[in-house]
């Protein structure tokens, strides 16, 4: 029998499985919450991961999910379980969970296949039990403001929508953990790293109506992709896009690639847009959303530390001169 819903006058009780890469952000999480959440029992195959995630979080270690839901009794018992597990796992460790009669947390990607999906969420519907899928990105507060805006109709009709995911995933990144970048288990760049992308879109300005995409494997010694295109028709009529790589020799940004340090290619004949013009568009945008303008103090410093690393480099060091105000109050340069 599942946890009767809302849970009151007591902490909500989670168990966590998998205690790899993501799970310190759960456990950190959990920590910040620790007045109304408490972590009851970790699992993990790994007896170094297992130990590890005890040691830190003082819970109740288990070396199997089956292990896990049987010592579920009493104070020990969670309300939900958290899988953090390769995503191919999901499906079959969340039947099992709703089985037992908890609620289900699961890492994203939910399932690789649609009909394993499809099969969560049938079995924990018939089991009374709820199913959440993080997505964490939808909380952030400059999604929400945008969210926010649009279904205000700040924008208007939306015709377009393009998303870049120019991420960097060195074959060390694989390597260290054997179900990265397979197919059954992790599923590839569109639907590991850049899943929280394709559902901001959705989310955003979706639903999606149809999909039609490219997918490659370019860089890495990997059997899923590493590179993809992918165009959307929305059902409100618009077009949208999503490309993927993850092999990026660096940090990207306004779609370039950037060399490590984050300086500009030469070979692509891309500029740092000048300070004042990033301050300009800051302040434009801060006025739309009716955000707070920075201080004019620390407008001041940005162009004082642009000027001195300018002079560094044989420029002339001068003091930036402001008049007047911009949008939303904002001082510009003279």
Not at 141 to 146: E, H, I, N, V
Not at 325 to 332: N, R
Request: hydrophobic share 40%; proline share 6%; glycine share 12%.
């Amino acid at each position: 029998m599942s946890p009767a819903l809302p849970i009151t006058g007591r902490p909500v009780r989670f168990a966590l499985v998998g205690c790899g890469r993501i799970s310190a952000n759960h456990i950190e999480a959990l920590r910040q919450h620790a007045g109304r959440a408490r972590l009851v029992a970790v699992c993990d195959n790994q007896p170094a991961a297992l130990a590890a995630a005890v040691a830190k979080t003082g819970a109740r270690g288990h070396a199997s999910l089956d292990a896990l839901l049987e010592a579920a009794t009493g104070e020990d018992a969670p309300d939900i379980v958290t899988l953090a597990t390769p995503s191919g796992l999901h499906p079959r460790q969340a039947m099992r969970v709703a089985a037992a009669g908890r609620h289900v947390l699961t890492e994203k990607p939910m399932a690789t296949k649609w009909d394993e999906g499809m099969q969560m969420v049938r079995a924990c519907r018939e089991a009374g039990v709820k199913l959440f899928v993080v997505k964490q990105n939808r909380l952030n507060p400059t999604m929400q403001l945008l969210k926010q805006a649009i279904d205000g109709g700040r924008f208007g009709r939306i015709f377009m929508c393009t998303v870049n995911v120019f991420w960097t995933r060195p074959q060390s990144y694989y390597d260290d953990a054997p179900w990265r970048g397979r197919w059954d288990l992790d599923g590839g760049a569109f639907l590991n790293q850049a899943s929280h992308y394709v559902d901001m879109v959705d989310w955003l300005v979706g639903p999606v109506d149809n999909v039609h995409a490219y997918t490659a494997t370019l860089a890495r010694d990997i059997e899923a992709e590493d590179t993809g295109v992918m165009s959307l028709r929305l059902r409100k009529g618009g077009l949208a896009s999503i490309n993927g790589q993850h092999h990026a020799a660096g940090r990207t940004r306004h779609g370039a690639h950037r060399r490590r340090g984050g300086e500009p290619d030469p070979a692509l004949g891309v500029r740092r847009a000048s300070s004042r013009r990033r301050d300009r568009e800051g302040g434009e945008l801060r006025h739309r959303f009716g955000l707070r303008p920075r201080p004019p103090a620390l407008l001041r410093q940005r162009h004082q530390h642009a000027a001195r690393r300018a002079a560094g480099r044989g420029g002339r060091l001068q003091r930036p001169a402001f008049a007047g105000s911009g949008a939303g109050g904002l001082p510009q340069c003279a």
